[in-house]
Structure formats: C-alpha cells, structure tokens
C-alpha cells in the first residue's frame, strides 16, 4: 500500500504539471484557482457523502467493477473541452484501458450554468437517461451534438428529439425531469466534486490524484501504467 500511495503522490505531482498547462489543458475554468497548488490526495467520493450522489452509479460506469484504477470524469456536457476529451482521449482510454480489465471509469456531473447555460438540462436529460439505463448512448449523442444545441434558446424539443434517438420512454423521460431527482443529484455531485478540489472541467479524480485538462492519451499512458504497476504489484 505504501508503494501505491508513493506513486499516486509523484504522479500527482508530474501530471498537474503537465494537464494544468495552459496551452495544453483546455480547461473550462469555473473560477480562478488562486494559488494554482492542486491537493496532493483525494477522497472521493468521500464516504459520508450525501446518499444522492451513489444514484445509478452503475448506469454511468464502464468497465470491470474490480478494475484495479477507478477514474471519476467530472464533466459538463456544454464543456468544449470535455467534448475533446470525449472526441479525441476516451477512444484510446477505452481501447488500451478499460476494455482490457484495468480502469474503471466513472461520469460525475459537474454543469457550470454561469458558464453553460443549457448544461443543467443537458445533465438532467442524460440522469433520466441513465435511470432509463441508457446512460451512454446519449452521453454520446450530447456530446456528438454539442453545437446544435449549446447556443439554442429553449434546447427542451431537441434534447427531447436525442432522447427518441436513445431508445427512451417519453413518458418516463418527462417524469424524470419534472420530479426534482435529478436536480438534488447535480447539485450534491457539484458540491462534493468542488470540496474535492474539481474547478474546472473536464476534471480527473484517479488514484488519489486530482488532475484537469483534456490532455491527450500520450499523457495519461504513463500516468495509468503507472498506477496499475503500483496497484498490482502491492497486490501480489
């Protein structure tokens, strides 16, 4: 365990400093860091967190449950940024990571309405999809379509038209997002991801160690190889 926690400090470390680039990151800032100095560890999520914040873990969850890396993507679906990390890293994270037993990968709402005026009912449309236990299929779509509907006035007809592409009951849909669920559960994972040091999106909480930015998969090899050779071998 010691070696695990070595690594995870280090690494939290080499990779604040290289995904917290500017040039580098493309974070979506939700407020000026200060100091810049990120926590050197994090619980999370932390285990008196609000009950709220467990709900349809599962339906947001890919990979193997026992997966020795769990990464918690703390994202806005309105976030630019986030749609690069979805277009352009999640591919190779699936293919070399998840896929082959070694991370387990977890969305974690984080919508910045000061920033993103159509993320809240973005993220309400994608809860109430995840209770329908189509999660995924419309995380993708939101983000495939991001353009279409990021700037429009009232996004409800097309959100509603991406829920038919998914397969959703309307019914169902519409209930959900009129009940206030969903509502109590973006704002307990904002809270908890915030108090977890997560300021800008998209956010990683991995292995202890918070990192920001849509860093390309050449980052986060080492960082996850890393991690694993850690995980396994204090494990033996």
């Not at 619980?43 to 339906?59: E, N, R």
């Not at 189509?134 to 006035?153: E, G, M, N, R, V």
């Not at 800008?200 to 050449?218: C, K, Q, R």
Request: glycine residues 6%; proline residues 9%.
């Amino acid at each position: 365990m010691a070696g695990v926690t070595a690594a995870i400090a280090l690494l939290a470390i080499g990779a604040a400093a290289v995904m917290n680039r500017p040039e580098s990151s493309g974070a979506e800032p939700l407020s000026s860091p200060g100091s810049g100095a990120q926590p050197a560890a994090v619980a999370f999520p932390p285990p008196d967190a609000d009950p709220q914040t467990d709900l349809m873990l599962p339906a947001r969850t890919k990979g193997d449950p026992a997966a020795p890396i769990a990464i918690f993507e703390v994202a806005d679906f309105q976030c630019p940024a986030c749609r690069i990390f979805w277009e352009q890293t999640l591919p190779g994270i699936e293919r070399e990571y998840v896929r082959t037993g070694k991370v387990r990968l977890v969305f974690i709402n984080f919508p910045i309405p000061s920033l993103h005026r159509n993320a809240t009912a973005a993220h309400i449309l994608a809860m109430c999809a995840a209770d329908q236990g189509q999660f995924w299929p419309l995380h993708d779509l939101l983000y495939a379509k991001q353009d279409a509907w990021a700037q429009l006035a009232e996004p409800a007809p097309y959100f509603l038209a991406l829920a038919d592409s998914a397969g959703l009951s309307r019914p169902a849909l519409q209930q959900c997002q009129a009940d206030g669920r969903m509502q109590i559960l973006l704002d307990a994972e904002t809270r908890t991801s915030y108090m977890a040091g997560v300021k800008s999106t998209p956010s990683f909480i991995v292995g202890g160690a918070l990192l920001a930015g849509a860093a390309p998969i050449e980052v986060w090899r080492p960082i996850l190889d890393s991690i694993f050779t850690a995980a396994t071998a204090a494990s033996r």
